[in-house]
């Protein structure tokens, strides 16, 4: 369920706390860092965590290795599926921060009408 909401909320939620002039730029910074820190490590580290399960390298005639051919279970499986259960996580308890610490803006024109409904609602609760 959670691996499908990131695509809609990250822009939604970025598109709606920023200035309406800056979000241009905001989706363009938010695009170069998710593959800064996101795209271009990700698949070097999940290699390198299946290269650190392989328990049986093939080795060739100039003894340079090659494929895994047997795997460690344990350690494939905590590459496979741990990590990216606990990275999500993470992802979801950023979310849930960043909504709780969220306050919205509210322009010079929607506070006089929240100051005249608010004014008009005390004179008539005297009657």
Same mark, same amino acid.
């Given at each position: 369920?959670?691996?499908?909401m990131?695509?809609?909320?990250?822009?939604i939620?970025t598109?709606?706390?920023?200035?309406?002039?800056?979000?241009?730029?905001?989706?363009? %910074?938010?695009?170069?860092? %998710?593959?800064?820190?996101?795209?271009?490590?990700?698949?070097?580290? %999940?290699g390198?965590?299946?290269d650190?399960?392989?328990?049986?390298?093939? #080795?060739?005639?100039?003894?340079?290795?090659?494929?895994?051919?047997?795997?460690?279970?344990?350690?494939?499986?905590?590459?496979?599926?741990?990590?990216?259960?606990?990275?999500?996580?993470?992802?979801?308890?950023?979310?849930?921060?960043?909504?709780?610490?969220?306050?919205?803006k509210?322009?010079?024109?929607?506070?006089?009408?929240?100051d005249?409904?608010?004014?008009?609602? #005390? #004179?008539?609760? #005297?009657?």
């Amino acid at each position: 369920m959670f691996e499908f909401m990131p695509p809609t909320l990250v822009p939604i939620g970025t598109l709606r706390a920023v200035d309406p002039n800056l979000k241009g730029l905001s989706m363009g %910074l938010q695009w170069v860092i %998710l593959r800064i820190f996101g795209s271009i490590p990700g698949p070097i580290v %999940l290699g390198k965590l299946m290269d650190m399960a392989c328990l049986v390298w093939q #080795e060739d005639d100039c003894d340079e290795q090659g494929s895994c051919w047997i795997y460690d279970n344990r350690l494939l499986w905590n590459a496979m599926f741990i990590l990216p259960i606990a990275m999500k996580g993470i992802n979801i308890f950023c979310f849930f921060l960043a909504g709780y610490y969220y306050k919205p803006k509210v322009s010079e024109n929607e506070s006089e009408k929240i100051d005249s409904i608010k004014s008009s609602g #005390e #004179e008539s609760s #005297e009657f």
